[in-house]
């Protein structure tokens, strides 16, 4: 059964920083592409981050590139995402899960991590 656990959001003010984790339970993880993906209140989830199985492919949403980076640890079955110079657009509940190709998800999910920017 495959479970993910996000962590690390929090409330920041504008131009700050959060480092969100998300750890993979039964999945085998270094052969899947990752992603982090986001949702505000009364949108749709949108894709903002990806990352290769091998950590040497990433693609970014444009809104992101620049202030975000994704990376992983597969020995701990973990992806991050460091979000540098937040901004009150960035304000969702932030989601990590393994992609099937591309930027698409397989459909698996955790409970999500909240992130609020303030201004």
């Known amino acids: 059964q495959v479970r993910l656990v996000e962590s690390g959001g929090g409330l920041v003010q504008a131009g700050g920083s959060l480092r969100l984790s998300c750890v993979a339970f039964?999945?085998?993880?270094?052969?899947?592409?990752m992603g982090w993906f986001r949702q505000a209140p009364g949108k749709e989830r949108e894709f903002v981050a990806a990352?290769?199985?091998?950590?040497?492919?990433?693609s970014y949403v444009d809104s992101v590139k620049g202030r975000f980076t994704i990376s992983r640890v597969n020995a701990k079955n973990t992806v991050y995402l460091q979000m540098n110079s937040l901004r009150p657009e960035d304000t969702a509940v932030y989601y990590c899960?393994?992609?099937?190709?591309?930027?698409?998800?397989?459909?698996?999910w955790g409970q999500g991590t909240q992130v609020t920017v303030s201004s």
């Open positions: 899960g393994p992609l099937s190709g591309g930027r698409s998800p397989l459909g698996y």
């Open positions: 039964g999945l085998a993880f270094s052969t899947y592409p």
């Open positions: 990352i290769n199985w091998s950590d040497s492919s990433t």
